[in-house]
């Protein structure tokens, strides 16, 4: 797999830069996917550090792996990556998906080494994984500072 070497992570466009789904690597050596946001039913305001989930109207599970979402009801629980800007209804950008990430909100529960997913978290966090069939995205580093190792799927 080729990745987009020397992206912006904080970039926003208002018109696709790049095709939606591309892997960028960042200086860091940290991956991002190039996405749509949609603010989902909610509406969920994107924010900076928060998760976003792949958007899924209704929580179907005919989903998109290119749009995503801070509304958790509009997904299917599948975590997609960290946001890294503000971006509004409709706008291109990066999430991040492998590496070290500090979370603006805390998460939902959960202690160092906990494996993380979006199942039973809130909009735009994640909560420790309880059962073997949760997806899990992310592992906590210091809980309590909001800083995870992100393993998000591609």
Do not use: H
């Not at 208002?14 to 603010?39: E, M, R």
């Not at 070290?100 to 993380?116: E, Q, S």
Request: net charge negative.
């Amino acid at each position: 797999m080729s990745y987009i070497i020397g992206i912006l992570p904080t970039a926003v466009d208002t018109t696709p830069q790049f095709k939606l789904g591309a892997i960028g690597q960042a200086s860091t050596g940290y991956l991002y996917k190039y996405v749509q946001y949609d603010t989902g039913a909610g509406p969920v305001a994107a924010v900076a550090g928060n998760v976003a989930y792949y958007y899924a109207p209704g929580g179907t599970s005919a989903g998109s792996s290119t749009v995503v979402t801070s509304d958790l009801s509009d997904s299917a629980g599948l975590g997609a990556g960290v946001l890294q800007s503000v971006l509004a209804d409709g706008e291109y950008g990066w999430i991040q998906i492998s590496g070290r990430a500090t979370l603006t909100t805390a998460l939902t529960a959960g202690a160092d080494g906990n494996a993380l997913t979006a199942v039973g978290a809130t909009d735009g966090t994640l909560d420790v994984s309880a059962l073997v069939t949760d997806a899990v995205v992310a592992y906590a580093v210091d809980a309590s500072a909001k800083i995870v190792l992100c393993d998000f799927p591609i």
